[in-house]
């Protein structure tokens, strides 16, 4: 016994069910009718119930009757559907006698005069899978193969396609008869047609026309020519020897004028050939393609494509050449593409093509300064100085020509694209000695032109870290001198008030005077003067970082004080005239000293924190008394800790990325071998059909890839009944992406045939049931399996329940009911680990609008282990690296970070901490989650809850 899921399917359909289903008698009413809409009305309401369902066999007459005789193409179109899906069969299997006056309509319809009508029939006929049907209209399908109408040949030809296929004794000379009208036929798409079967079933045919008619392939239709390229790649890798025959055929087309063409061409010539003009080749077509395509999907599929064949270790140098034709694809204005493109040139760029690349990534972060959309153009350029970033660390020759470009976003107002570049400087002068007097003096020039304060705190710090040199510390004082302005800081911003404030009474009695003065203009009409001086009214402007300060961005002047400290330490240490060094040490606690008063004295917007307010006194302090201990902590192990931290950064980026130049062993000698029966088989493996394989893998999940085990898959049956009751049933869930197949196993325990039996399911949360189980019977002790298909539509947990109702043989009492067990629909299944970068995860954090916050409640006693624990029951990545998580501190703060299929983004926050006292007492804290979608957030957090404690 099979489903309905399992038949084939040739038609989707659409049906709201949301009205009440008509009663059988109110058909058969409308479809007596005379009223043409009221029979269509009437047919779809009943293809809709069978559909369901539902049988409906005393309608089938009625149809016959009233219905069949109609000249509407509209009904005829219904019939063919109505055709398609009626049981066409008696409980024994054999075949209905009305089928007969069904089988004489057909007949009529194969000899209609309108086209549409006989090509619509034959393409009907190829879904018949009755044998008895289609035998007497085989005479009237082979004269439909001389008809004048393009549309009812190629019909035709696919009709006899799909009837020598499954009943060859139907009409043997198939291939020679389609051979015959393949050579004296014009039309492309019914060439396309024609061709297609004699490749499915008489290739050595298909290889006879194909070579006869090889030097006018390119100036076939686009359709035709991806039959040849599907029929080259069968031959060639059932027979390599062919391969010299049939190459040039598929470089040709490589010159198609059909994009898909192109593409399938070159994709079918990479796995023919391994030589270096061939893939040279294919891969310049592909660029070709994403250049010329303006879809963004296209393109990025295309670039995968390259991307496999960079990954392929043989043809990484043939793909690095055309590096710079591949920085084409950067004129696309979509975002992901171009980030696609620029990770993809940062994996081929070699030190021959690096300066080329670096030219044009100058050039295209120029054309964002003058671009018209600002956000776009941000976040290009943004993308745009991470590339070079990259590129210079791992060419350090290139990092000369790249900082005066880069030195120039960081006062143009964008704090990402500021601190990335502050990001590279860094990395560039801890790796690149000879680099850093470049850096340093360009960023001394270029200092009082930041505005934003996370930049400039970052560029102080930076500054403040590598001044090695006593010009250098000097000239770093004089910039914070510049920034901060005169001192003391409170009196000097007490003056700028009164001054403001007097020049502002000037300038009333000023306009006061000159509203009275009239003048006579040379025309003799009368003119007002105001005269007032511009001097006094210019209001004087505050330097930068004290306008930071006076904004109550107090935090910028914790990150002065530290900055001034290690520079006056450092400072002690190179110079040798005392009276210089007090000098030095002096001024930098003056101005520490006046910024703890500004931030008291109440003129800023915000006073300032008690943890600022506490960094700078112990800045104070550690200048007033310096000890051996402070020097080394502000001049040493500062350094020491930006070192340790730079590498771990880069290794973790290593660890991410792959090695193109691996060759990587699949298989050992000494390997076990492998038994399908009980172990998967590797989804590397490749089959000898490409089309096959990707038609499989679009089919197949890509989230159950690990689930190929015995034990995983014994894992997904969920028991639905008791072994005591009358029916027994069991379900293997299949999660295939966007739907969940149900594989329910149904036993019959009793000693009666059970009739009607249906399975009724209902879902909730964010499921919907495709489609109704069809009725069955089942025999005394017999089994049989039902399929359901239930469609999903967002990441949330979700219930699937229902029942199994079925009538006993024999009985006159209603019909029994088991009830379900429900099962649970795991988040789990569409959520896989994620990475971002910590700005990208802060500001989907700040975007992110709602919020769950789970409290820990759980057996376990070790934080690491908490952590590992929640990482593994909820499928998210840590993003906090694990020298971060590393020591006994008593408490835990990291980020995890996961995507959904959907393309939802799910961040958590993971705040733990364990008491030192009791060292056997659990782990405390907090968990924060925050998504886009309220589902999204409540589903990931119940999912905690339920994992938090670990069985023991």
Not at 175 to 200: G, Y
Request: aromatic share 6%; with cysteine; charged share 25%.
């Amino acid at each position: 016994m099979t489903s309905s899921a399992e038949q084939p399917c040739y038609t989707l359909l659409y049906s709201q069910n949301d009205s009440e289903s008509p009663s059988e008698l109110q058909l058969r009413k409308e479809l007596e009718s005379n009223d043409t809409k009221a029979k269509i009305r009437a047919l779809k309401k009943t293809i809709n119930l069978i559909l369901s369902g539902e049988r409906l066999p005393n309608l089938l007459m009625v149809i016959m009757r009233f219905v069949m005789p109609s000249q509407d193409h509209k009904i005829k179109k219904l019939l063919l559907l109505y055709w398609e899906i009626v049981p066409k069969t008696n409980q024994e299997g054999k075949l209905l006698h009305e089928m007969i006056l069904v089988c004489d309509a057909y007949r009529k319809d194969l000899q209609h005069p309108n086209e549409y009508v006989r090509g619509s029939t034959l393409r009907f006929l190829c879904k018949l899978k009755e044998a008895e049907l289609l035998e007497p209209l085989m005479p009237t399908i082979r004269s439909c193969l001389e008809h004048r109408h393009a549309y009812v040949r190629r019909n035709a030809v696919m009709a006899i396609y799909t009837i020598f296929r499954n009943f060859d004794y139907l009409i043997p000379d198939a291939p020679e008869l389609v051979h015959d009208f393949l050579e004296r036929e014009q039309d492309a798409s019914c060439k396309r047609n024609a061709f297609m079967m004699l490749i499915h079933v008489d290739q050595d045919r298909a290889l006879e026309y194909l070579s006869s008619c090889i030097d006018q392939v390119a100036g076939f239709g686009d359709i035709l020519q991806l039959i040849i390229v599907e029929l080259v790649y069968k031959v060639c890798h059932s027979n390599p020897s062919q391969r010299t025959r049939f190459i040039r055929c598929i470089y040709n087309l490589l010159n198609s004028n059909s994009a898909a063409v192109r593409y399938e061409a070159a994709g079918t010539l990479v796995t023919l050939s391994s030589a270096p003009t061939a893939v040279r080749a294919a891969a310049s077509c592909y660029i070709e393609l994403i250049v010329k395509e303006s879809d963004n999907n296209v393109k990025l599929i295309v670039l995968e494509k390259i991307n496999m064949l960079r990954k392929n270790p043989n043809y990484v140098k043939i793909i690095q050449e055309l590096t710079m034709d591949l920085m084409r694809v950067l004129s696309a204005p979509d975002m992901e593409v171009r980030k696609k493109t620029l990770q993809l040139v940062m994996d081929l760029i070699t030190p021959k093509t690096v300066d080329e690349v670096v030219g044009m990534l100058k050039k295209e972060i120029t054309k964002t300064i003058s671009a018209t959309e600002k956000e776009d153009a941000a976040k290009y350029r943004h993308l745009l100085v991470r590339t070079l970033h990259s590129c210079s660390i791992k060419y350090p020759e290139v990092a000369e020509s790249v900082i005066p470009l880069l030195v120039e976003f960081l006062g143009d107002g964008d704090e990402l694209a500021g601190s990335d570049v502050l990001i590279f400087m860094r990395e560039a002068m801890q790796k690149f000695e000879h680099i850093k007097p470049l850096v340093m003096t360009m960023l001394l020039d270029s200092f009082q032109i930041i505005r934003s304060p996370s930049v400039h705190r970052a560029a102080i710090w930076l500054l403040g870290e590598y001044c090695d040199t006593q010009e250098e510390c000097e000239a770093m004082i004089n910039e914070i001198k510049k920034g901060l302005g005169n001192v003391p800081l409170v009196d000097s911003e007490l003056k700028m008030a009164a001054d403001s404030e007097a020049s502002e009474s000037d300038t009333k009695e000023t306009s006061q005077q000159s509203s009275s003065q009239r003048l006579v203009t040379a025309d003799g009409s009368y003119a007002t003067q105001a005269a007032i001086s511009s001097s006094s009214s210019k209001k004087e402007l505050r330097p930068r970082l004290r306008e930071y300060l006076m904004d109550g961005e107090f935090f910028i002047g914790a990150t002065i004080a530290t900055t001034l400290t290690k520079v006056a330490l450092r400072y002690s240490k190179l110079c040798e005239d005392n009276a210089r060094k007090n000098r030095f040490c002096a001024d930098a606690m003056l101005y520490m000293a006046g910024i703890l008063h500004l931030g008291k004295s109440g003129l800023p917007k915000k006073a300032i924190n008690d943890d600022d307010f506490d960094r700078i006194s112990v800045c104070i302090s550690v200048l007033s008394t310096p000890s051996d201990l402070m020097m080394d902590i502000f001049t040493k192990e500062c350094r020491k800790a930006l070192s340790d931290m730079i590498a771990s950064q880069a290794d973790s980026k290593e660890d991410v990325q792959e090695n193109p130049d691996e060759v990587i062993v699949r298989v050992q000698a000494d390997d076990p071998i492998s038994f399908l029966s009980i172990i998967a088989p590797s989804e590397d493996d490749l089959g000898e059909n490409q089309f096959e394989e990707s038609l499989t893998k679009a089919l197949t999940s890509a989230t159950t890839k690990k689930d190929g085990g015995l034990d995983s898959q014994l894992n997904k049956v969920h028991q639905l009944t008791g072994f005591s009751d009358p029916v027994y049933a069991e379900a293997y869930i299949y999660v295939n992406q966007y739907d969940i197949v149900l594989d329910v196993l149904i036993v019959n325990q009793t000693g009666d045939t059970l009739q009607n039996t249906t399975l009724e399911l209902a879902t909730l949360g964010d499921l919907k049931l495709v489609e109704k189980p069809v009725p069955i019977t089942i025999a005394p002790r017999d089994f049989c399996n039902i399929k359901a298909n239930i469609k999903v539509a967002s990441t949330e947990n979700g219930i699937i329940f229902g029942n199994i109702v079925y009538d006993v043989s024999g009985t006159a009492h209603d019909r029994n009911c088991v009830v379900l067990n429900e099962i649970h629909i795991d988040i789990m299944d569409y959520i896989t680990p994620g990475s971002c970068t910590d700005s990208e995860f802060r500001q989907m954090w700040a975007e992110f609008e709602w919020e769950n916050k789970v409290t820990v409640n759980s057996n376990i006693t070790d934080i690491q282990e908490y952590l590992e624990h929640i990482i593994a029951s909820t499928n998210m990545k840590c993003l906090t690296s694990d020298k971060a998580l590393k020591g006994s501190c008593g408490f835990l703060a990291a980020n995890l970070y996961a995507k959904s299929i959907f393309g939802e983004d799910a961040l958590a926050n993971v705040s733990i901490e364990k008491s030192t006292d009791q060292p056997d007492s659990p782990v405390t804290g907090h968990i924060r989650i925050r998504a886009k979608s309220q589902g999204m957030a409540l589903s990931l957090g119940d999912k905690i809850n339920l994992s938090q404690k670990k069985s023991m």
